[in-house]
């Protein structure tokens, strides 16, 4: 076998492989022999079709499946004879050897980028640290005590914090657009569920009243019929309901799951919960910081096949995240170039510790695999059966693999790292996930109850 390698533009090679002829008849003329005693053809008993009646008729079938094979064969023999690494599939074009002779065929792909990791050691990191004090609980439970609230109509007109019963029908230059309509949609003023300018329009108004209500979408809207265009909303107010917050008492403790020790039980919960989410905020702080320092680093020349399969993982999620927003029979036009600059990231970061796992020979930690799969899990109604789901299905055994490969990499360089401790406002660490760790807090403090 004859293999030649031609370095074309970046990283794209030209390979050109020649087989001889001898290593294609004998398979063909093998398989050819079997296929003889074991056909059956009218006017012939099974395994006393003449040789040639089965080469006239089934020569040229069998050729192409050797050459298929062959293909196959030779391409990672030649990869290998030449030390190529290749991005992503050949474009394969075969010259000659289809109907005899040699088999001579081109390969064009790209290859893997050859390059030394920079950055990676002597970082200079700094870690935010906040205090959980009484202040923060407090909020919390404020939090905690909105979740609570009842609502009663009133006859006055809305205001900051009530909860507006609407009928809207929205159109854009007089059409409507998915999730434009709504019917009896509760709308809490000041909440953030509907766009703020929606929400503010509804202040002033009364059961009864009638508003159109303007709201311009963003010009990178995903949805290009729409994207900086102005809809208007029809809206009537149905219904003006005000907030009742219950008191910080032991009934609120208990409405939230905590059975027993009340209010001191409902703020140590809290207190324990926010601890995590800081300290879970610190490292995604440390995490946000090392991935900047490698990508800024690491200016590295992509595979075209890998960013464009990133480009489409990407599309495909922005895809099913805006369908379940809008309505599964939406299409919106995501155009590859709205990801090319993430694609582009990801890959490199991808290169980037995929060859450090390589270089500082860090191995998979099955311990921390288990713990994370049995965190995932804790957040579902059963989770013994989450855990054997994901047993199950090797491609998020996979993923889930990736992601503590990458946290045991990130924590090396933080090990290698130059880390100053940062004092930090909590409000400011955990935002925007401030609002999420009441919530937590009730989670939490639900699973104990049923404990």
Do not use: C, H
């Not at 395994?47 to 499946?65: H, L, N, Y």
């Not at 109604?381 to 946290?407: H, T």
């Not at 925007?432 to 919530?439: D, I, V």
């Amino acid at each position: 076998m004859q293999v030649s390698v031609e370095r074309t533009e970046g990283l794209e090679r030209r390979m050109v492989v020649q087989v001889p002829a001898d290593r294609l008849e004998g398979e063909v003329q093998s398989r050819l022999q079997n296929l003889a005693r074991t056909v059956r053809l009218d006017g012939f008993r099974p395994g006393k079709v003449p040789f040639k009646v089965v080469q006239k008729r089934f020569g040229a079938q069998v050729r192409q499946e050797v050459v298929n094979d062959v293909l196959q064969q030779t391409y990672g023999e030649a990869l290998r004879a030449k030390e190529l690494n290749p991005a992503g599939a050949p474009s394969v074009d075969v010259r000659q050897g289809e109907r005899g002779g040699d088999l001579e065929y081109e390969a064009v792909f790209e290859v893997m980028p050859e390059f030394e990791v920079k950055g990676a050691e002597g970082m200079k990191l700094k870690r935010p640290v906040a205090t959980v004090d009484d202040a923060a609980i407090d909020r919390v439970l404020e939090d905690l005590r909105k979740q609570q609230a009842t609502y009663e109509p009133v006859e006055r007109e809305a205001q900051a914090d009530d909860r507006v019963i609407v009928d809207f029908t929205g159109t854009v230059d007089g059409e409507g657009f998915p999730g434009s309509d709504g019917e009896d949609q509760p709308v809490t003023i000041g909440s953030n569920t509907m766009p703020p300018e929606f929400e503010e329009a509804l202040k002033g108004l009364k059961a009864g009243d009638t508003k159109r209500i303007e709201y311009t979408f963003n010009e990178d809207f995903p949805t290009t019929e729409i994207a900086g265009k102005t809809a208007v909303f029809e809206t009537t107010v149905k219904a003006v309901e005000e907030p009742r917050l219950p008191e910080l008492d032991d009934a609120l403790a208990e409405a939230v799951g905590i059975r027993e020790g009340g209010m001191k039980a409902l703020r140590g919960l809290v207190r324990g919960n926010l601890d995590r989410e800081a300290e879970r905020a610190s490292r995604e702080r440390l995490k946000e910081q090392v991935v900047e320092g490698l990508a800024t680093a690491n200016e590295l020349e992509l595979p075209r096949a890998l960013v464009d399969g990133e480009i489409d993982a990407l599309r495909q999620q922005m895809k099913q995240r805006l369908q379940s927003q809008l309505g599964e029979d939406s299409d919106p036009d995501l155009p590859a170039d709205l990801f090319e600059g993430q694609a582009r990231r990801r890959v490199t970061l991808g290169l980037v510790m995929n060859e450090l796992v390589r270089e500082k020979g860090i191995r998979l930690d099955q311990d921390r695999v288990k713990q994370q799969m049995q965190e995932i899990a804790s957040g579902y109604e059963r989770p013994q059966e989450i855990m054997e789901y994901y047993r199950q299905n090797r491609q998020l055994i996979q993923s889930l693999e990736v992601s503590v490969l990458e946290d045991q990499v990130i924590d090396w360089i933080i090990e290698q790292a130059d880390v100053e401790d940062e004092p930090t406002d909590l409000q400011e660490l955990l935002n925007p996930t401030t609002r999420q760790a009441g919530t937590d807090a009730e989670s939490g403090a639900e699973a104990k109850s049923e404990e």
